[in-house]
């Protein structure tokens, strides 16, 4: 029979601000498990070295995973071309996850309702993300568009101010507006 998982002390007896301060602790180069017992008593917690340990380790391995989806999601933000954003990339990170969980079989997808709705969520949020850009863009360019329309027709309107103007110069005054 395998063994039932316990929760850490840290975790079922700690308030969320000790619990806090107890995960910087774990974090900050040179403080040992020693001095984080040190630090839990002077707070009235009692908690061995072994079950401080065993939270660290179970923290710092979840740290690493983190730290290293960071990394890769960075990764891909300077690596792509069109600007992608943070979100984005995480997004597009968690999924290929999950799909490499689904395929390699370390995921039951019939036994995980949940992440099937979470995947039809990320997906959903894809889509709009990427309507949102489109739309964005669209109106960008569009607001671009209507400003160099308006300084040319200013700028054709100022040069006839003074009489009619040649096909040459108008041409010259659209490539002075255009920078062409």
Do not use: C
């Not at 180069?29 to 401080?52: M, V």
């Amino acid at each position: 029979m395998g063994t039932v998982k316990r929760n850490s002390r840290i975790e079922t007896e700690l308030p969320l601000e000790l619990r806090q301060a107890v995960n910087r602790l774990l974090l900050e180069p040179g403080t040992t498990y020693d001095d984080i017992g040190e630090f839990l008593r002077a707070r009235g917690h009692d908690i061995s070295r072994s079950s401080i340990g065993r939270y660290g380790k179970q923290y710092l391995e979840a740290y690493q995973k983190i730290k290293q989806f960071e990394d890769q999601a960075k990764g891909i933000t300077t690596d792509a071309d069109d600007g992608m954003p943070m979100e984005e990339a995480i997004g597009k990170l968690m999924l290929q996850k999950v799909m490499e969980a689904l395929v390699d079989g370390t995921v039951d997808i019939t036994e995980n309702s949940k992440m099937i709705s979470a995947v039809a969520r990320l997906q959903s949020s894809h889509i709009q993300l990427a309507k949102w850009k489109a739309d964005v863009e669209g109106n960008i360019r569009r607001k671009e568009r209507e400003r160099l329309q308006k300084e040319t027709l200013d700028a054709v309107d100022q040069a006839t101010a003074s009489g009619p103007m040649t096909a040459e110069a108008l041409k010259e005054k659209i490539r002075e507006v255009y920078g062409v």
